[in-house]
């Protein structure tokens, strides 16, 4: 399965203040994630951002929440349980989801498994997912991929979407990527 754009939603679980400060590839979910988010701008894609209890959590990190984005919030890990999130995804039409967050072995972990066993498309991004310790990062893309997910990178999607330097959006993804 490569990715298609037209056929493309950007799923963003939990990537929240406080949850940021403890993971321990903090810096690189940060920046990854926020690349991912104007990447999808620029692509003009759908997006769904989760919080889960921003209460206690606190909001989604700055370049998070844009315009383009439908955000929900949540209680349980899997987001999918949330029932208007999943006819949100249901009436999107799209079949392949792009999914990064934090905690990678909680919350994504869980939604993932949900979405494949829904019959989606899931292409999880490494390198913008974290979770507190390495151990269990590292545990859940394994568990991940053996469940039939592809694992990827920020890179990797965003020039998977483009297909070729032709695309009208080439250069400004470029310039995104260099930044």
């Known amino acids: 399965m490569i990715l298609n754009e037209d056929n493309t939603l950007f799923l963003?679980?939990?990537?929240?203040?406080?949850?940021?400060?403890?993971?321990?590839?903090r810096d690189v979910v940060e920046k990854n994630s926020q690349i991912l988010v104007k990447g999808?701008?620029?692509?003009?894609l759908p997006m769904i951002v989760t919080e889960q209890y921003p209460q206690g959590l606190g909001e989604s990190i700055e370049g998070i929440k844009v315009a383009?984005?439908?955000?929900?919030i949540k209680t349980d890990f899997n987001a999918l349980t949330d029932e208007l999130l999943f006819q949100t995804l249901q009436k999107s039409?799209?079949?392949?989801?792009?999914?990064?967050?934090i905690e990678t072995h909680?919350?994504?972990?869980?939604t993932v498994l949900s979405l494949l066993e829904k019959g989606y498309?899931?292409?999880?991004v490494a390198d913008?997912?974290?979770?507190?310790?390495?151990?269990?990062?590292?545990?859940?893309?394994?568990?991940?991929?053996?469940?039939?997910?592809?694992?990827?990178?920020?890179?990797m999607v965003l020039f998977e979407l483009l297909k070729?330097?032709?695309?009208?959006?080439?250069?400004?993804m470029q310039r995104l990527i260099k930044d």
């Open 12 to 25: 963003v679980i939990d990537i929240q203040e406080k949850l940021v400060r403890a993971i321990f590839n």
């Open 128 to 155: 913008a997912c974290g979770s507190r310790k390495e151990l269990e990062y590292k545990m859940s893309l394994d568990l991940l991929r053996a469940s039939g997910a592809k694992i990827e990178t920020t890179e």
């Open 106 to 110: 909680i919350c994504v972990y869980q």
């Open 164 to 172: 070729s330097s032709k695309h009208p959006n080439f250069k400004e």
């Open 40 to 44: 999808a701008q620029i692509l003009d």
């Open 121 to 124: 498309e899931v292409i999880v």
């Open 68 to 72: 383009t984005s439908q955000v929900f």
């Open 93 to 101: 039409n799209k079949n392949q989801i792009v999914v990064f967050g």
